[in-house]
């Protein structure tokens, strides 16, 4: 495949990923959502502190992070996704070039648009729709169905799919060119389990506000309930971390910390929390 190097990737992924899409445009006031957990650690710090000392969001091809699977190196499956669904365009572009993930909140969930990804998410402003791609569903599902703010057709298709997971039915969305904190983020958006935790008092020094969603937690009691989502060995996990009977998203950042568990398993814990948990006791959406 011949790529025009005379354009920068970005422009040259959004106008493949333009071309393959169909349908009106986007109806004014959706925002796309960056799911993630604000208390994990990369690098020896927290991932607030390195947002708060970097003050870009960045894409796991740099971070080598990631809520999902770990695949962007070259030759990689990421790699090889980006690589089918933006023509080419990253190929030979260095890693900073290529573009975050997260979802359009096209059902306005207090979690955003992809809980399975983490319980907080950035909230980016409505100018960042104009650099954004999207897929229905997962690119790692290798879809044939494409958008961007202009032509959207995904919404319908996804609603109509009924048969996907409540935590696998988001529409993907991969933003392109740099994602800054003070520019493009219209709100951090916490769990109010983390109220008076390090992780408000480190959200706080980010360029952008906080809110708090209404939250979410699980009784070990409905976890038991669950055997063959994830599996019973991750119904005995919940209740090995759970305190007083219950989880939430702060107790199962603990537990990730602690070291004591397979971080991949206490994320199947997480999927059960965010499926099946209903919000936490401290009310509606707090705007600070």
């Not at 962007?72 to 890693?95: K, L, T, V």
């Not at 650099?131 to 298709?157: H, K, N, Q």
């Not at 950042?253 to 999927?271: C, E, F, N, T, Y």
């Amino acid at each position: 495949m011949s790529i025009d190097t005379s354009r920068a990737p970005q422009e040259h992924a959004l106008q493949h990923v333009a071309a393959l899409s169909v349908g009106p445009p986007l109806v004014p006031g959706l925002r796309v959502t960056l799911n993630f957990h604000p208390d994990r650690e990369s690098g020896g710090r927290s991932i607030l502190e390195s947002l708060a000392a970097e003050g870009v969001y960045r894409s796991q091809f740099v971070t080598g992070t990631s809520n999902g699977g770990l695949t962007a190196h070259p030759g990689g499956d990421r790699w090889r996704w980006e690589s089918r669904i933006f023509g080419g365009a990253y190929d030979e572009a260095p890693a900073g070039e290529r573009p975050v993930y997260g979802a359009l909140d096209f059902r306005r969930r207090p979690l955003g648009g992809a809980p399975r990804f983490g319980s907080a998410f950035f909230r980016l402003a409505a100018p960042v729709l104009d650099r954004t791609t999207f897929c229905y569903p997962d690119s790692f599902l290798e879809p044939a169905d494409f958008g961007v703010a202009a032509r959207m057709a995904l919404i319908e298709l996804a609603e109509a799919d009924v048969e996907a997971d409540a935590l696998d039915d988001y529409i993907e969305a991969q933003v392109h060119g740099p994602v800054r904190l003070d520019r493009d983020v219209e709100a951090l958006v916490l769990d109010p389990s983390h109220r008076g935790t390090p992780v408000e008092e480190q959200a706080r020094r980010l360029p952008c506000p906080v809110e708090w969603h209404s939250g979410v937690r699980l009784s070990v009691e409905e976890l038991r309930r669950h055997p063959d989502y994830r599996g019973p060995e991750y119904v005995a996990l919940g209740e090995a971390v759970a305190e007083a009977g219950r989880l939430d998203p702060r107790i199962l950042g603990d537990a990730v910390r602690s070291g004591r568990h397979d971080p991949q398993d206490l994320k199947r814990v997480w999927h059960c929390l965010a499926r099946f948990g209903s919000p936490a006791e401290d009310g509606p959406l707090v705007l600070s």
